[in-house]
């Protein structure tokens, strides 16, 4: 993916979340924001995703050059996937009926369509014998991966995720670390938010530091250390 983040401000209310921040990326497949909380990451994320407009500033993903337009950003959020912490999968949905929902409601797709594509994305994340089953009858892990199942279900171009495992333990932080790993190497552009070092270092290929609304620094993980 390439990204042209120029000189973008964000405030709300009397908040200013982004400041300024510039961001000029020319290839990445992950890309992940980091810093400590409050530092903008996820409005970042959120700006990028197409889910919100800059007050100042413009930002460019690909050929997409996202304006408050709102026709024009729905297109592209529909072009995208989204894993949010606070957007979670309906809880009175099977892990089946949460992945084709969307590909019927946002994405237009007819049910035969949806469930084959469903079908498709329960198979490649091992979920095919969870597929019936309640989002209260599975683990957080298991969780995440059909939220993420649900958000690659239709080939995003960008896949976004913010803080995919922050309420995770370690062994299925692992489990969604590998399934990040694999999507990576099948070719799909992902941005994520995390504030996990180690996670950055083994998923990123450019690493992002965001602090007070500004980016400090964006580079390839190598020899980045557990603590900032
Ligand atoms: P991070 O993801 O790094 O924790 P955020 O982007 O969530 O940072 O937040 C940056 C700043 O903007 C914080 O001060 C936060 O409180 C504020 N902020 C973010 N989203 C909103 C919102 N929807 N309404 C009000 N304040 C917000
Ligand atoms: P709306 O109709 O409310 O404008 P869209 O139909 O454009 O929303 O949504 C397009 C995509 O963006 C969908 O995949 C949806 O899941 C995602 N999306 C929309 N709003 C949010 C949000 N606040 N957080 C996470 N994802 C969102």
Request: hydrophobic letters at 40%; proline letters at 5%.
């Amino acid at each position: 993916m390439k990204l042209e983040v120029d000189r973008v401000t964000k405030r709300y209310g009397a908040t200013t979340a982004l400041d300024g921040l510039s961001l000029s990326l020319t290839s990445a497949r992950v890309l992940v924001l980091i810093g400590p909380s409050g530092g903008g990451k996820s409005t970042l994320l959120r700006l990028l995703g197409g889910l919100e407009t800059a007050d100042a500033g413009t930002v460019q993903v690909n050929e997409h050059r996202l304006v408050a337009n709102a026709a024009e950003l729905q297109n592209y959020r529909r072009q995208n996937g989204f894993l949010f912490q606070q957007f979670n999968l309906f809880p009175h949905l099977s892990a089946r009926r949460n992945i084709t929902l969307p590909l019927e409601k946002v994405h237009g797709h007819p049910p035969a369509k949806a469930h084959e594509l469903a079908e498709q994305a329960l198979d490649r994340f091992g979920l095919l014998k969870h597929a019936d089953k309640l989002p209260s009858q599975l683990s957080g892990g298991q969780q995440q991966r059909v939220g993420i199942a649900r958000a690659v279900a239709f080939s995003p171009e960008i896949l976004f995720l913010d803080e995919p495992t922050s309420a995770l333990d370690p062994e299925m932080t692992a489990e969604v670390l590998e399934l990040i790993q694999e999507l990576a190497e099948a070719g799909q552009d992902i941005i994520l938010s995390t504030h996990e070092m180690g996670f950055a270092r083994a998923v990123a290929d450019q690493v992002a530091f965001i602090a007070a609304g500004k980016i400090e620094e964006c580079r390839p993980p190598a020899g980045l250390f557990d603590s900032p």
